[in-house]
């Protein structure tokens, strides 16, 4: 949409006015770029590229209906060949222009395009929702965007896990190595986390290479 957002699947939802996520505005399920009103000036442009392994769309030089502010930014959605604990595949949107800027109100008639921009995803049910920002407020935790800014989405840990524990049983021994020529050879397939654990080497593919290093850490531990 021009309005900074994507849909999954199909919709004939313009949804200019932004609302809160997850929420009943909107299209479901929604990635939230810079969803505001906003119009097409005579340079702005909305371009896609498709890579290898990953998807890019770019909103560049748009501007805010109420501000008149310019925005250019771009999503990013990476295919699974970087593996996650859940199995679901990662985002990245990212800012060159940010202007944050759209205020007003949305109280009694003729209320003006007001909750700055909201930025986030929503699931399908428009019930279950990740939002960073909306009405210009983020949380506690959460870095205020700017001009050369990026947000990346992901399910993988901030903890540290045992890399090479392939059967999660909290050490990395023999059994992690069976299982994972098992995987290989197709015999016995691991959970997402399981992979995400067993790709030691972090390049998004499950081989030998992998279970080298598992050997390598096994006989480290023993030592």
Do not use: C
Not at 42 to 71: C, L, P
Not at 118 to 142: K, R, W
Request: charged share 15%.
């Amino acid at each position: 949409s021009t309005n900074g957002w994507i849909a999954f699947g199909e919709s004939e939802l313009e949804s200019f006015r932004n609302y809160h996520i997850p929420g009943a505005g909107g299209p479901s399920p929604m990635l939230a770029a810079f969803w505001d009103d906003m119009t097409t000036s005579s340079n702005a442009e909305i371009y896609k590229f498709t890579g290898d392994d990953y998807f890019i769309i770019q909103w560049s030089e748009m501007r805010t209906h109420n501000a008149n502010d310019v925005e250019t930014f771009q999503v990013i959605l990476y295919d699974d060949i970087v593996l996650t604990p859940t199995g679901d595949n990662e985002i990245k949107i990212q800012y060159k222009t940010f202007n944050n800027t759209s205020q007003g109100n949305y109280s009694g008639w003729g209320s003006i395009h007001g909750g700055y921009s909201t930025i986030g995803i929503e699931n399908h049910m428009a019930d279950v929702g990740l939002q960073y920002t909306f009405n210009n407020e983020y949380p506690v935790s959460a870095m205020p965007l700017s001009n050369e800014s990026a947000i990346f989405i992901t399910t993988r840990t901030a903890i540290a896990t045992l890399m090479g524990d392939s059967n999660q049983d909290g050490e990395i021994n023999v059994l992690d190595i069976v299982v994972v020529v098992n995987h290989i050879i197709n015999l016995e397939s691991m959970d997402s986390m399981g992979q995400f654990m067993s790709d030691v080497d972090g390049n998004g593919i499950i081989n030998i290479l992998d279970i080298i290093q598992i050997i390598n850490l096994v006989l480290d531990s023993s030592n």
